[in-house]
């Protein structure tokens, strides 16, 4: 399964889908975070030196829309961050952008000094206590934008708004290039990676 050099892509709100290896993203500004995070099912404490570029200029070097909007419009956006065994894990913008948060999250090119060239970049998410975002292994990230639908809400009754929500959340799906209209719940919708697997 492992491939040589795996590399993640990136789409959603970009001017084109862009493809970038750990060793390129081991070309941006690199940070060091220590982190500590637990797990309910394995119960100890781990504690791992991270290293890599934010999330954030990873998302501006492959040229993200969403940093042309105002900041109104740039905290509307979501983020799922995929791994290869197909778990993810979802993030909002305000907590990668330096205007809303000062939160060090990195995709990681090293732990503990160990190069992830041959795995795929980890997402460090310091300050979750839980480890449950710290997806490695990453093999997508799409960011797209959240939207209010009055019509929706209206149309919907609340309780099967719901039903869908947990549904959409119960099966995820691999993201493609292809986004449409989730519902989130009522009244609220996402535009959300749907349809076959991209890039293995
Ligand atoms: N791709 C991927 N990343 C993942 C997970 C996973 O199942 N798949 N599990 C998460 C969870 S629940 C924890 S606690 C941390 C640490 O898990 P590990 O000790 O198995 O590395 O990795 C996170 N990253
Ligand atoms: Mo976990």
């Given at each position: 399964?492992?491939?040589?050099?795996?590399?993640?892509?990136?789409h959603?709100?970009?001017?084109?889908?862009?493809?970038?290896?750990?060793?390129?993203?081991?070309?941006?500004?690199?940070?060091?975070?220590?982190?500590?995070?637990?797990?309910?099912?394995?119960?100890?404490?781990?504690?791992?030196?991270?290293?890599?570029?934010?999330?954030?200029?990873?998302?501006?070097?492959?040229?993200?829309?969403?940093?042309?909007?105002?900041?109104?419009?740039?905290?509307?956006?979501?983020l799922?961050?995929?791994?290869?065994?197909?778990?993810?894990?979802?993030?909002?913008?305000?907590?990668?952008?330096?205007?809303?948060?000062?939160?060090?999250?990195?995709?990681?090119?090293?732990?503990?000094?160990?190069?992830?060239?041959?795995?795929?970049?980890?997402?460090?998410?310091?300050?979750?206590?839980?480890?449950?975002?710290?997806?490695?292994?990453?093999?997508?990230?799409?960011?797209?934008?959240?939207?209010?639908?009055?019509?929706?809400?209206?149309?919907?009754?609340a309780a099967?708004?719901?039903?869908?929500?947990?549904?959409?959340?119960?099966?995820?799906?691999?993201?493609?290039?292809?986004?449409?209209?989730?519902?989130?719940?009522?009244?609220?919708?996402?535009?959300?990676?749907?349809?076959?697997?991209?890039?293995?």
């Amino acid at each position: 399964m492992s491939r040589t050099a795996p590399a993640v892509l990136l789409h959603g709100a970009f001017d084109q889908p862009t493809e970038l290896t750990v060793a390129q993203l081991r070309e941006l500004p690199a940070q060091q975070v220590s982190a500590s995070f637990n797990c309910r099912s394995r119960g100890a404490m781990q504690q791992h030196n991270f290293e890599g570029p934010r999330l954030w200029d990873v998302l501006r070097t492959a040229g993200t829309q969403v940093d042309r909007g105002t900041r109104k419009v740039r905290l509307r956006h979501l983020l799922t961050v995929t791994g290869a065994d197909d778990h993810f894990a979802l993030l909002s913008w305000a907590e990668i952008d330096p205007d809303f948060s000062g939160r060090q999250i990195l995709l990681a090119t090293s732990v503990d000094g160990v190069p992830l060239d041959e795995t795929g970049p980890q997402l460090v998410v310091p300050g979750d206590t839980c480890g449950a975002r710290y997806v490695s292994g990453i093999t997508t990230v799409w960011v797209g934008l959240a939207r209010l639908d009055p019509a929706a809400a209206a149309a919907v009754p609340a309780a099967a708004a719901a039903d869908t929500a947990l549904a959409e959340a119960a099966q995820p799906r691999v993201p493609s290039t292809t986004d449409v209209n989730c519902l989130l719940g009522p009244g609220a919708r996402v535009l959300c990676p749907v349809g076959p697997a991209v890039g293995g």
